[in-house]
């Protein structure tokens, strides 16, 4: 009778050992399919969330003469005379109203189309011998965007400045401070009293999250 016992407690606790061991391998089981759900419903519920704006990161610059000089020929006979510009602004993100309400839920931005720089209301013949521009988070403005030193002419009273490539460089910081302001300082020649504003705009495509 005492061998019939403990033979049948051993046959009892192998049985509870190997149904535990069944439910834990199912356990474990469930709670793969249950994290991979969630992972998955997570993934599913972002992209019903996500955002994709289309705008202009649109700003001016009010310029205008700040003194002037003259040019001496080589002759050494007078010339024209020069005007030194200059002008300033700031540009923040949530001044733009398709994307004020997403500004700190962007998840990137994305150069998608050919940055324009016009200064308008450029008189016939009127001509930009240096522009310089400067920006940074306000109040700095210590990094150079683009540097022209070559003469530009108007074209129907606008002159347009073709050195774009600091555009992703702004980018870059732009991404870095979503919610900050940023100062832009312009500077340069002209062959004219300027008083006119330097307009910039810069498409880009605004990947956000709605959540």
């Known amino acids: ?15 509870y050992t190997f149904i535990k061991l069944i439910i834990m391998k199912n356990y474990l089981y469930l709670m793969l399919i249950a994290v991979f759900a969630f992972s998955v419903s997570c993934d599913k519920i972002k992209d019903a969330t996500a955002v994709d704006i289309e705008t202009d990161l649109s700003f001016e610059i009010p310029v205008e003469s700040t003194g002037q ?8 006979n007078l010339s024209t005379t020069a005007y030194q510009f200059g002008g300033n602004a700031t540009f923040s993100l949530s001044d733009n109203e ?4 997403y500004v700190n839920k962007i998840d ?4 998608s189309g050919i940055s324009k ?23 700095n403005a ?18 347009e400045i073709t050195d774009k490539e ?34 910039i705009k810069i498409p880009v495509l605004i990947e956000a999250n709605a959540l």
């Open 69 to 76: 000089s003259a040019l001496v020929a080589k002759s050494g």
């Open 1 to 15: 009778m005492l061998i019939t016992f403990f033979v049948f407690s051993a046959l009892i606790y192998k049985t």
């Open 166 to 199: 600091w555009v992703n460089q702004f980018i870059i910081l732009l991404k870095q401070n979503k919610t900050g302001r940023f100062k832009f300082v312009v500077t340069g020649e002209a062959s004219y009293d300027i008083q006119s504003v330097m307009k």
């Open 117 to 139: 720089i016009q200064i308008i209301d450029v008189p016939t013949d009127g001509k930009i011998s240096t522009c310089k521009l400067m920006y940074g988070v306000d109040p």
């Open 108 to 111: 990137d931005i994305i150069v």
């Open 142 to 159: 210590g990094t150079t965007g683009f540097n022209v030193t070559t003469e530009l002419t108007a074209v129907n009273g606008i002159i």
């Open 98 to 101: 398709d994307i004020a309400d």
